[in-house]
């Protein structure tokens, strides 16, 4: 019996949240139009996003990862209201509790949208999510030269900058962009700060500048 309530609880949380990240994935689609960067092409292929390094692409309703992410959002919480209902009258998992975990949250995963990183008048759009200037708590730049943990991973990676953005209240699971050249994390920078966004890791940055003359 504890095992069906136990399994109830992970279901409905599920649900929460896949209802929860397609408000979100929706919301940002319709606020991106109004991104002040990244705006040209040469901007959007300058912000390479883990772990693939692949350009950021823009995030519409007619994209089709926008598409596959709605869509495979829909088919998901179909199948984990049957779930639920499995779980409330039959001792099914009863048998298969690690499997079908490991099953629940791969699927759960398999539907998030690219990564993504818009500036906004009022805000950005990180992950598919929008937060407004007020919910960043700081963002901080490292440029990736050797021993930086990035260093190697690409070749486009290396020697560009990673850009970390510190939300208050989220934990992602990537939480960073990786932006190819100085000129483009110049203006998120000048943005950022523009909009009250505090910078923080100068005297690291300082230190290993000097290190590197």
Do not use: C
């Amino acid at each position: 019996m504890w095992l069906d309530l136990v399994f109830i609880g992970i279901f409905l949380a599920g649900v929460y949240y896949l209802v929860r990240y397609r408000l979100n994935l929706k919301m940002a689609a319709e606020l991106s139009t109004q991104a002040v960067f990244p705006r040209s092409k040469e901007e959007f292929s300058s912000i390479l996003v883990p772990a693939e390094w692949k350009e950021m692409t823009s995030l519409t309703k007619e994209t089709k990862s926008y598409r596959l992410a709605h869509w495979g959002t829909m088919i998901v919480l179909g199948l984990l209201i049957v779930l639920i209902g499995i779980a409330m009258f039959t001792d099914w998992f009863d048998a298969s509790l690690f499997s079908f975990t490991y099953f629940f949250f791969l699927i759960l995963n398999s539907i998030r949208h690219p990564n993504n990183f818009f500036i906004l008048p009022r805000g950005v759009i990180f992950q598919s999510r929008y937060y407004r200037y007020e919910q960043i708590k700081s963002f901080k730049v490292e440029e990736i030269i050797r021993w930086h943990e990035l260093y190697g991973l690409n070749d486009r990676v290396n020697f560009g900058f990673k850009l970390t953005l510190n939300v208050k209240r989220s934990f992602p699971v990537v939480h960073f962009v990786v932006i190819e050249d100085e000129e483009n994390v110049k203006k998120v920078i000048t943005l950022l700060e523009k909009n009250g966004v505090q910078r923080v890791g100068m005297a690291e940055a300082e230190k290993v500048a000097s290190n590197n003359k």
